[in-house]
Structures are given as C-alpha cells and as structure tokens.
C-alpha cells in the first residue's frame, strides 16, 4: 500500500525550516509560471519547494533550500498547475476498480477525486463500499469516498441486490476516508421529508461532512424544500436556469462532461453571460468510461471543454481545483499550489489545451508525458465480489415475448425515448403490431425491445417493454449487468432469440457487458467484479469496449455513447420513463405505469 500522507500537524516544523531556508527541501521545482487559484494569476519566475508531500515554499529564489539530495526539476517557464480534482464521480462507470481507474487517470492531471459507490452498494452493501474505501486508501492520490446515500435510489420502485440505512450511514462517517454523503437521488423523499432519509442526511452532518445533491427533475417549484433537507450541490443541472436556481439557493452548481453527459455547455453562461461568482460552480464527469479515459482525458478534457465554451482559463482551472477543495472542507489541505497544501500539481506549456507534461502527487512525480510512474497497489477483491449474476435458470427467446392484450389487433405502447448526451429520457407512445398475440417491435419506427432480467436474488424473473433511438436495424441485443442503479440486467435487441444468448453469456461470465447478432457474439467486456467492474489495466478494458462499441454501430446504431444511455435505462430517479425489476416506471409520477395505453 502507498505510504500515508503525514497530517499537516505533524509535518509543520519541517515545512517551516524549509520555508526560512534552515533546511533543504525534497524537492524544488525551479523557474515555473505559478498558477495562483486564490489570487486568480499568473506569476512569472517561481520557484516551488516541497517538504515531506507538501508545498512548503511558494516564491522567488528556492536556491537556498537545495541540498545533496534534493531532487531538482527545471521547469523552463512552464505553467506550474493544482492537481485537478474530480468533485463527483463514479469509479464504476470506467468498468475499472480503483486502482485502475486512478492509473488511468493519473497521466491526464487528476490527482484528488470525490467518489460515489452507490453502484457496488446496490449490488454488494456496506461491505462492498468498505472494499472500495479500502481500496481508495491504497492509492498514490487522493481518492475520498462519499457514503451512499439511496440503495435503492426510489424505494418502492425497484429491488437492489443491498440496501443502505441511516444505520450504515452513521457507521460509515466514522471511517477514516468518508468524505460525505453521497448523491441524494430520493429527492422526493427528501421534500416530503421522508424520516429515513432525513435521518442519513443529519448522521452526515453532524459528522460534520458535506451532503450531496441528485435533483433531476426540470420542474424546480420543490427545490428549495431540497435545499433545506441538507443536499450542499448538485450535479444534474442541463440548462441555465438550472445553474442559476442553485447558486442562489446557497448550493454549488457541479456542471459535468462525461462520456455521455454534455451539461457544461448549456450552464456556463451563467458565469460568462450571466456575470454570477464562479466561486460556487464546481467542475466534473460524473460518468466516464474507460475508453474516454484512455483516449480523451478526465478532468483535463473538462477543463478545456470549458475553456472551449467561452470561460476564462483561470476560472476553469479554479473550478476544478480550489472550488472543489472548499466546497469539501480540504481548502487548507489541497486544490491550490500554497504552502501547507499537498503537493500535488502540473507542469505544462499552455493553459488552453492544457498538454499535462509532468504529473506530480503528494510530492513525487506520478506521471510523465502521458505514462502513469506510480506503483500500482496491490489489492485484490475478494472471491464473494466476483460471483454476483445469479440467473436462477437458463433463458429462452419465449421469455422476451411481450403477450397483447386479448383479442387486440394492434396496442398503442409507453416506449422509452434515448435522448443522446443527457441523462433524462422521453416518455414516448408508439402504435404496434401484434402477431399471434404476441406484441412485436416497430424498426421503421426504431422502436425495438428492452428487458431487465433480476439478477440479485435468482428470481428468474424478467419485465419487458419498448424503447427507441438506438437505431438498430439488423436482428441483434445488447446485454449488460452495469444497470444503474440497482445494476440488475438490462437486454435491448431486436432479435428474442439474441437476447436470450446475451442474457444467458452474461450469467455464464459473471457480468459485463455483450453484443449479439443473428445467433453470434460480437463483443464481450468482462466485468466479473460485482458485474460492474475489471481488475485488467484501462488500456484492455478500452479496447474490448472499443470493439463493443463498434458491434453496436454493426448493428446499426449511431447514437454518441450509447452505451452510457443503455446502462441508465434503469435509472429510476431521473424523469421521464424507465425499467425496474418492478414494470414500467413513470419517474414524473414515481410510480408504476401500464406498458399499453388504454383507449
């Protein structure tokens, strides 16, 4: 394991030596253009010490702090950057563990993220969060853990593999890596204020943690009543209004691009038209999967991104840097290049594109021209974590049959609408065909088949129902076990007898995700840990979901991401219709809704 950081506490008087030049540093970084977050500047001709992990000397002239062993790097100019942090995030959705997410990521900047392992809670409990936070201590950056808040996301609504309670939670925030509460998605139960999630809420704060945020609803006439259930931002803003409505409600606005999740554009301007302080807006991914991470970057991409939507460079970089630290109460332990802080920072030669040269953490060089240097922790999960797809039978094209209603002809049905690069789905209504009274798909209307086959319990239980804007035009199915949230399996295809095979692959690998056309797989990622997630290096993963992707485009889909929009189709919290394990799920309404619409 990667030797803990040592308290400020604890390291003051070393820190303070060096900075009155009575001894050497460990490290000094000579001749950089120091990137100030807190004064928000450039300052030319910097010279940067570091003592025991941390900065201990900001300023010109760090020559007499050099000793025999200090390690010198010349800096020629460059600009010398916080290391960028992450403030919302899922580790899962990179189909990574830990310590390969973090490999993955350390080359593009990011050295300090905030995660949230509601997707191993859904699937493994309390016990699978410990093994994640466990692991988030392994590592050689900051990787703190938020406690998650709702497993199940909407009771009531579907049935997770474990559920979390204000018990779990209180426990929780007396472990040593506990940054908080995560992503309160039971919004509704929050303003109707429901007793449970009350109670979670208030075992987080009077731990004195930061709670955060899930409103995903377009209407904001019950917002301020979340405010005051306790959630302190929110990261599912997709308009203006959005950003806006939460920065005056005393929230921090997280706005985020993922692999899927476009958000940073449409709420920007709030800064940059609008004119509000950039101090409460906070940057992030929310969800990336690996494939982003190895070929377009983290929060580096985020960053430019932003930049590329008309937002000065420096307040990007605050924005993913000192907010974020703020709004989590580490202000004086990270998210600036100021003594006391860790040492953890960039070199590059430009702050538009922002090439990351150098990559340093807690004092040591971590990367270096786009290789991760740091050690890779040896933890290993455990045997229980890798056996979760239980099936409980083998299925068969018959159980994807979706049965008419008697005598009809032809049924108008509720169809899930993929909207591309958000989140939110749309409520559709198609009218289809039925033969031998059996409901049948609509290609022409790009209306095809999703299931979700329960694969916590063994019930052998599948519910069926329509979805469109995939685009598949041949007989195929795609099959995964990363479901957010309760991660049970979602299959969606044109082909019954495909998506009986992916079904049935997915049970016999121990989860991950497949593609199947006319009777043959075109890809498979494994994902055996918890079903959700590959202890191979990023760049495998990639590469398998580099050729999932591509059998999904065979099949005749062009969406961006699609995958992204496949794995939230059972995201019973975000509007407007879904899948459970429970039917057909309004989520304007939060409750169950007939698949046919009556006349």
Request: with cysteine.
């Amino acid at each position: 394991m990667t030797e803990p950081l040592r308290p400020w506490s604890s390291v003051a008087p070393e820190l303070v030596a060096v900075a009155a030049r009575r001894a050497p540093a460990d490290m000094v970084i000579r001749n950089c253009r120091w990137v100030n977050v807190h004064s928000r500047e450039v300052i030319p001709a910097t010279d940067i010490a570091i003592k025991a992990g941390r900065f201990a000397y900001c300023g010109p002239d760090a020559g007499p702090m050099v000793g025999p062993e200090t390690e010198v790097i010349e800096a020629g100019g460059k600009f010398l950057v916080p290391g960028l942090c992450d403030a919302h995030m899922h580790i899962e959705s990179g189909m990574l563990t830990v310590s390969q997410f973090t490999r993955a990521v350390i080359p593009h900047g990011t050295t300090s993220m905030f995660v949230d392992p509601h997707e191993v809670a859904n699937v493994l409990g309390l016990a699978g969060v410990r093994l994640m936070h466990d692991e988030a201590l392994a590592q050689p950056v900051n990787v703190f853990v938020q406690m998650p808040s709702c497993c199940p996301s909407a009771p009531g609504l579907e049935t997770p593999g474990a559920e979390i309670g204000p018990e779990d939670v209180a426990e929780a925030m007396g472990w040593p890596n506990i940054i908080g509460l995560g992503e309160m998605m039971n919004y509704p139960g929050v303003v109707a204020g429901d007793p449970k999630m009350l109670a979670e809420i208030a075992a987080t704060q009077e731990a004195g943690k930061t709670v955060g945020g899930h409103y995903a609803s377009p209407d904001l006439t019950d917002f301020p009543a979340y405010v005051a259930g306790g959630p302190a931002d929110d990261h599912e803003g997709t308009r203006e209004e959005d950003a806006i409505a939460r920065v005056r409600q005393g929230m921090r606005a997280m706005l985020r691009l993922g692999s899927a999740w476009y958000d940073v554009k449409a709420q920007i301007t709030a800064v940059t038209e609008k004119g509000l302080d950039p101090r409460n807006f906070i940057l992030c991914t929310d969800d990336c999967h690996s494939g982003t991470l190895v070929h377009e970057g983290h929060m580096n991409r985020v960053v430019r991104h932003a930049i590329a939507c008309g937002l000065d460079p420096l307040i990007a970089l605050q924005m993913a840097t000192l907010n974020t630290a703020c709004h989590f109460g580490l202000e004086r332990e990270l998210g600036s290049i100021t003594p006391g802080r860790r040492a953890d920072c960039i070199l590059t030669s430009d702050l538009v594109t922002l090439p990351v040269e150098t990559v340093i953490a807690r004092g040591r060089i971590v990367a270096q021209d786009g290789l991760c240097l740091a050690p890779e922790p040896a933890f290993r999960w455990p045997d229980n974590a890798r056996a979760t797809v239980k099936m409980g039978r083998t299925l068969a094209a018959a159980d994807f049959e979706i049965p008419a209603p008697e005598g009809a002809n032809g049924v108008r049905a509720r169809v899930i609408g993929v909207v591309e690069n958000q989140a939110p789905t749309k409520a559709l209504e198609a009218e289809l065909p039925v033969t031998d009274g059996r409901v049948e798909m609509d290609l022409a209307q790009d209306v095809c088949q999703i299931a979700l086959v329960e694969r916590h319990r063994g019930t052998g239980g599948v519910v069926n129902g329509f979805v469109s804007g995939f685009g598949y035009d041949v007989p195929c199915a795609v099959a995964s076990t990363v479901a957010h949230d309760s991660h049970h399996m979602i299959v969606v295809g044109t082909s019954r007898a495909d998506m009986a095979l992916a079904a049935n692959r997915l049970g016999e690998v121990g989860g991950g995700v497949t593609v199947w056309r006319e009777g043959e797989e075109l890809a498979l990622v494994p994902l055996p840990i918890a079903g959700l997630m590959s202890d191979a290096p990023a760049e495998e993963v990639a590469d398998a979901a580099g050729r999932m992707v591509a059998a999904m485009q065979a099949c005749g889909c062009e969406l961006n991401n699609a995958y992204m929009q496949h794995s939230l189709l059972a995201l019973v919290v975000i509007p407007a219709l879904r899948i459970s394990d429970l039917g057909i799920i309004d989520v304007t309404r939060f409750e169950k809704t007939d698949l046919f619409i009556a006349d």
